[in-house]
């Protein structure tokens, strides 16, 4: 299967060990297993992974991130770290919905679709909030997971 890979890096190299240490910008589906494996091949010596750390996905990632002990601290301050809903799904277009077609989606009837429709949308309230996210299926845009208002 072809997969797209954006960069590799070379972070490390020791030659007394032929160890590497590579950054892997890819995209989804990409086995980094199976790219050691690969790259070994190629250069006719064989590789493998002795550890594998993936420090984002989409727009999360490690940098971002909080230890566990720095939640627990803050107490029942936690959820003020909270990311929003819909932050994977920043990346796609947006339609806000008027309050009936809320109405519409929240009880999952479809809405007809732009004319140069994406495949995937996110509905949004009149005040930006995620309602659902919805996926072209014969012209129309059908939601597939309705959140709570």
Do not use: N
Request: proline letters at 5%; hydrophobic letters at 40%; a negative charge.
């Amino acid at each position: 299967r072809t997969v797209e890979i954006d960069s590799i890096t070379l972070q490390a190299y020791d030659a007394a060990t032929s160890t590497a240490r590579l950054d892997v910008v890819c995209r989804s589906g990409t086995y980094i297993r199976s790219l050691a494996h690969d790259m070994g091949q190629a250069v006719g010596c064989g590789a493998y992974l002795s550890s594998l750390t993936r420090t984002a996905v989409g727009p999360l990632s490690m940098d971002t991130g909080l230890e566990p002990e720095r939640l627990l601290a803050m107490g029942e301050r936690w959820t003020d770290c909270l990311l929003p809903i819909d932050l994977p799904l920043q990346t796609w277009p947006a339609i806000t919905l008027r309050s009936t077609e809320v109405d519409a989606v929240r009880h999952g009837m479809s809405l007809a679709a732009p004319e140069s429709a994406a495949s995937r949308y996110r509905f949004l309230d009149d005040h930006g909030q995620l309602v659902a996210w919805a996926e072209l299926k014969d012209g129309r845009l059908q939601p597939r997971a309705v959140f709570e208002a």
